[in-house]
């Protein structure tokens, strides 16, 4: 395995892959080359989970793409087809999510429990740490998705604290009379990821400068509406 400027083959073939699609190129060599890593390279390459988090989105925002436009995967099984070749391995669009990027946590449990039956491949994979920011990060070809921006991962943490400010900016509205806050539906889908309601309250100060701490929270409901390729 050879590293150029610090950045190894897999994030490097990651960032490749979203390119070639954002670009409407063809992404089957890419994928073959994705397909013949080995296990060993996405173990040692991906020693943080800073380089985790950077491939994992990455490969997540150019796969849907994949399967959606060009595979015509529908929507129904879109996340959980194993039709992703990652180092001779299959994966779902729900095991890079929900398995590895939010550490095995149940899909359908707002965030409290994790899945005692993840496979030992996706523990190994998954992050230490679950960071609640991915949830601004990963696109669902849905229009009230987040964008789809390019994460390096010398740049990831400032990268995803913007996309965190920009989403909930774009996505909050306030009622200063009655003190209530309209927000994206990600925070009660994944309650327990940012801490509960007390958890988006320290959010909002934090990234957005607003202190909502007296604010009943309402959620805006989510259009599943298909808008691919939604770049930043």
């Not at 995967?73 to 999510?97: C, N, P, R």
């Not at 039956?117 to 990060?137: G, M, S, T, W």
């Not at 909930?168 to 539906?185: A, F, N, Q």
Request: charged share 30%; with cysteine.
């Amino acid at each position: 395995m050879t590293e150029k400027s610090g950045l190894g083959q897999v994030n490097r073939l990651g960032e490749q892959l979203l390119l070639a699609v954002k670009k409407g190129e063809e992404t089957s060599e890419l994928e073959k080359e994705i397909a013949a890593l080995s296990l060993e390279d996405l173990y040692t390459e991906l020693s943080d989970d800073t380089r985790k988090k950077t491939f994992w989105i990455n490969a997540y925002n150019a796969y849907y793409q994949i399967l959606r436009k060009e595979r015509r995967v529908s929507k129904d099984h879109i996340y959980t087809s194993q039709e992703i070749i990652i180092a001779g391995e299959s994966f779902s669009l729900d095991d890079m999510e929900h398995g590895i990027l939010r550490r095995y946590k149940m899909k359908h449990a707002l965030g409290f429990f994790s899945n005692p039956f993840a496979p030992i491949l996706i523990k190994n994979l998954a992050v230490d740490e679950l960071d609640f920011r991915i949830h601004f990060a990963l696109n669902c070809g849905a229009k009230s998705c987040p964008p789809i921006a390019f994460y390096k991962h010398t740049d990831l943490d400032k990268q995803l604290t913007i996309a965190t400010q920009s989403f909930l900016e774009g996505e909050s509205s306030y009622d200063e009379v009655k003190k209530r806050v309209h927000t994206t539906v990600l925070f009660k889908w994944f309650r327990f990821d940012f801490g509960g309601e007390q958890g988006i309250r320290d959010i909002y100060k934090e990234y957005v400068n607003k202190d909502i701490s007296d604010y009943a929270i309402d959620y805006n409901a989510y259009s599943w509406d298909e808008q691919l390729d939604n770049y930043v």
